[in-house]
């Protein structure tokens, strides 16, 4: 059983900025990897990032996001981090963290473990 609970979410303006975090605790040692997907309301859920560390550190950014925000992992803290910048309204959703033993990073599917989710809203 691996838990993942996201944190630092918020309201921020247009412009603006966040880092979310994503804390792993319990059966961490199996995973390769962590994924940041969101889902705004009425649209399916989307993958934004995903960083593994199985031969090395790799990551994976949707178009969307790509050059606005970063993914990157404190293996001491099993904790993964979102750094968000350059936010726009289109960005506001629910962001969630997910586990991965294996798959490819970019679909939903190859998750197993799923946090809680937390809110991220940009107003304009």
């Known amino acids: 059983q691996v838990r993942l609970v996201e944190s630092g979410g918020g309201l921020v303006q247009a412009g603006g900025s966040l880092r979310l975090s994503c804390a792993a605790s319990?059966?961490?040692?199996?995973?390769?990897?962590v994924g940041w997907f969101r889902q705004a309301p009425g649209k399916e859920r989307e993958f934004v990032a995903a960083?593994?560390?199985?031969?090395?550190?790799?990551?994976a950014y949707a178009d969307s996001v790509k050059g606005r925000f970063t993914i990157s992992r404190d293996s001491a803290k099993n904790t993964v981090y979102l750094e968000m910048n350059s936010l726009t309204p289109e960005d506001t959703a629910v962001y969630y963290c997910?586990?991965?033993?294996?798959?490819?990073?970019?679909?939903?599917?190859?998750?197993?473990?799923w946090g809680q989710g937390t809110q991220v809203t940009v107003s304009s």
């Open positions: 960083i593994s560390w199985s031969g090395g550190i790799s990551t």
């Open positions: 319990g059966r961490t040692a199996s995973r390769y990897a």
């Open positions: 997910a586990s991965a033993s294996s798959g490819s990073l970019r679909l939903v599917r190859s998750y197993d473990y």
